[in-house]
Nanobody
Framework: HVQLVESGGGSVQPGGSLRLSCQAP????????MGWFRQAPGKEREGVAI???????TYADSVKGRFTISQDSAKNTLTLQMNSLKPEDTAMYYC??????????????????????WGQGTQVTVS
């Protein structure tokens, strides 16, 4: 049974930082393609960052230079460090796992349908 559990969301002022974590006790890191997605009210779910088993990362243009995705094999944790937060970053953030591949698909990229496993989400509010 694969379970993803996010933590670390909250409220922050513009320009602030938050660090999201996702624990996955069901499998070892780094083995599969992992990702962070977000969904704001009334909008479609969008990809934020994905990372392959070799730690190659891909970011959405809107977060490049501000967000960093990483994975810690010792703690079996996926992390999203978010700096210089903007009001438009406000959304529910989801951790996701694509257990069908170790290297994330990048053409096209950020397809939610590639990821079969999702966490419950953690709210990030920037205001």
């Amino acid at each position: 049974h694969v379970q993803l559990v996010e933590s670390g969301g909250g409220s922050v002022q513009p320009g602030g930082s938050l660090r999201l974590s996702c624990q996955a006790p069901g499998f070892a890191f780094p083995t599969y393609c992992m990702g962070w997605f977000r969904q704001a009210p009334g909008k479609e779910r969008e990809g934020v960052a994905i990372i392959s088993s070799d730690n190659t990362a891909t970011y959405a243009d809107s977060v490049k230079g501000r967000f960093t995705i990483s994975q810690d094999s010792a703690k079996n944790t996926l992390t999203l460090q978010m700096n210089s937060l903007k009001p438009e970053d406000t959304a529910m953030y989801y951790c996701a796992a694509d257990l069908s591949r170790g290297y994330c698909r990048v053409v096209p990229t950020f397809l939610p349908t590639d990821f079969a496993y999702w966490g419950q989400g953690t709210q990030v509010t920037v205001s």
